[in-house]
């Protein structure tokens, strides 16, 4: 029984999790454990009386404002449905519903005498729709100069300002019908307001929710802050960086990472809702199904008891993996940035930044392909297998890169070359690892933007707006990178071994060519890498869309070659 549908689905969920032990994950990362349901007439009965659960509150809010661009710009409706089946399973009643809001906002400008050709010149490129939402950029695309940024706010005074918030709401609910009526609006998101003044704050919220209740009655505000000048009842805050909500993955990087014990008790102590805010899907599935599942839990959860149902649910797995596992993601000191590791020069470096014991979590590799003989067929598995690798591979990437940078400081040419030597061929071997699962093919997400494309020219704007996020974004030159360089990296095929690999090759070299002149870094001419870049951000390089290679075969092979006795 269920008063909505989204209840009815999260209860069969709840039934495969619990009774069957099959969980339901998004294709990328392993997909539905549908397998492992036992066929009709041999499903597991629940007890006579049956179980009741219910939700300890209303809502369960999914994505972060920028979800849309990292993981949802290229997107087609087959791909939709299967989002919309996974969000129900988890329980998710209040999702974010950005893409396509440029069709209603180019109506509304419309009827206040802004020209089409004005509109295409002002909103943010496919893959960067999101950041033109939160004002810090607009025109971005390959016509258009970068330079044009930072969106004017039209003052909360002007008549205009509740003229057009009306506008939108009414031609949102034309478009839509009646909805939830929850509203969502940041107005500040990313950038700053044009005084330091509480009481103008307080005026600008109390025009926008006017905007919004004279478009719609029963209009409810979402936000992230901007508390004083919304009446009681009327506003539901966003906590996008705290203790009740799973925002982890800035732009969607890829890393094992997350804080299972904070979110098993975390959201209890602080019962409202709960909110899973990620910049991007398709990672770290264990984190967000217990993230969803918390929407259902009134007690704290034991997070080893947690982490063993998900391994027990997959037969012939070594149990002693439950404590790694607990370890890997119960990370207790500050957030922290994970770009990549290439930086300017300076005069001292950062350790790689690690929470967790390396030897436990290459120990649980050891255990993970020991097990493959019996579970290389479950998609799940080979997902896990590929993570699981790349990351006790990716920390001893950091520590060859450190290993480069001291050979340099101590004037040691040989040292240099050798460990950027080992480095580069790590990154090659790295590249083939993830070749070995879809969900970590660069391919897909150039191919599904070039095929949202409706001619040749949209096509190679469309590639470029990919190919553009996950590497050097916009406000560069040709001897300034761009402030945002590295923020969208991604661990994936081809990446790696085509533009990843060669811009580190490009710095190795200038560290051996400055020692062996004997002169200082030339930083300047170091910005060779940054040609690299625009070069490879305006390429037409195809990649595959389909894995290849053996993922138990390339990580066995590759945890003898670096990780059974590491030599650093």
Request: charged residues 25%.
């Amino acid at each position: 029984m269920g008063v909505t549908g989204v209840e009815i689905s999260a209860a069969l969920h709840w039934y495969l999790k619990h009774w069957c032990g099959s969980h339901i994950s998004w294709d990328n990362t392993g997909g539905a454990q549908l397998f492992l349901v036992p066929r009709a007439g041999l499903l597991p009965r629940v007890q006579d009386a049956g179980i009741l659960v219910q939700r300890p509150i209303p809502w369960n809010y999914y994505q972060n404002a920028v979800t849309s661009s990292y993981s949802f710009a290229w997107w087609d409706w087959k791909r939709w449905e299967k989002e919309i089946d996974w969000m129900a399973l988890q329980g998710i009643n209040l999702p974010l519903a950005f893409t396509g809001q440029e069709a209603i906002w180019q109506k509304v400008f419309q009827k206040f005498n802004v020209s089409k050709t004005d509109l295409d010149d002002f909103f943010g490129g496919p893959a960067f729709l999101a950041c033109s939402h939160m004002g810090n950029l607009h025109g971005f695309s390959v016509k258009s100069d970068p330079k044009l940024c930072c969106t004017y706010l039209l003052d909360a005074t002007d008549p205009l300002f509740i003229d057009i918030g009306r506008a939108f709401i009414k031609e949102q609910l034309k478009e839509y019908g009646s909805t939830g009526h929850i509203y969502n609006c940041d107005t500040f998101d990313e950038n700053t307001p044009p005084v330091d003044d509480p009481e103008y704050i307080s005026s600008l919220g109390a025009a926008i929710f006017r905007g919004m209740q004279s478009g719609d009655d029963n209009a409810v505000w979402q936000m992230q802050a901007l508390l004083q000048s919304v009446p009681v009842g009327r506003l539901v805050v966003l906590d996008l960086f705290a203790e009740v909500c799973m925002l982890h993955n800035f732009a969607g990087n890829v890393e094992m990472y997350g804080i299972l014990d904070s979110i098993a008790s975390g959201p209890v102590d602080a019962r409202k809702s709960e909110n899973s805010t990620m910049a991007r899907i398709e990672q770290n599935p264990v984190v967000y199904d217990l993230m969803s599942e918390m929407a259902f839990q009134h007690n704290k959860v034991d997070v080893e008891d947690k982490n063993r149902d998900i391994i027990v649910s997959i037969p012939d797995v070594d149990p002693s993996l439950i404590s790694v596992l607990h370890e890997r993601y119960n990370h207790q000191g500050k957030s922290v940035s994970r770009r990549a590791a290439i930086e300017e020069i300076t005069d001292s470096f950062d350790q790689p930044h690690l929470w967790y014991s390396t030897s436990e979590v290459i120990h649980a590799l050891e255990l993970f392909i020991s097990s493959g003989d019996e579970l290389s067929e479950s998609n799940s598995y080979r997902y896990d297998l590929v993570d699981l690798t790349r990351q006790a591979l990716a920390k001893y990437a950091s520590q060859l890169f450190l290993e480069v940078i001291e050979a340099y400081q101590l004037n040691d040419v040989h040292g240099v070359t050798c460990h950027s030597q080992k480095f580069l061929e790590l990154v090659e071997d790295m590249d083939a690892l993830l070749a070995c699962h879809d969900g970590f093919l660069l391919g897909p997400w150039l191919e599904s933007a070039k095929k949202l494309a409706q001619d040749k020219e949209q096509e190679k704007q469309f590639e470029w707006n990919a190919r553009t996020q996950i590497t050097m974004w916009f406000d560069n030159s040709e001897e300034e990178a761009s402030l945002l360089r590295d923020y969208g990296n991604k661990y994936w095929n081809g990446l790696l071994r085509d533009y990843y690999g060669p811009r580190a090759a490009i710095y190795f070299n200038f560290l051996i060519e400055s020692l062996e002149k004997g002169h200082d870094f030339q930083l300047k001419d170091w910005r060779e890498w940054i040609k690299l870049t625009n070069d490879w951000q305006r390429s037409r390089k195809a990649f595959p869309v389909e894995s290849t290679g053996n993922a138990l075969n390339t990580s066995r092979w590759l945890y003898n070659k670096y990780l059974r006795s590491p030599d650093t």
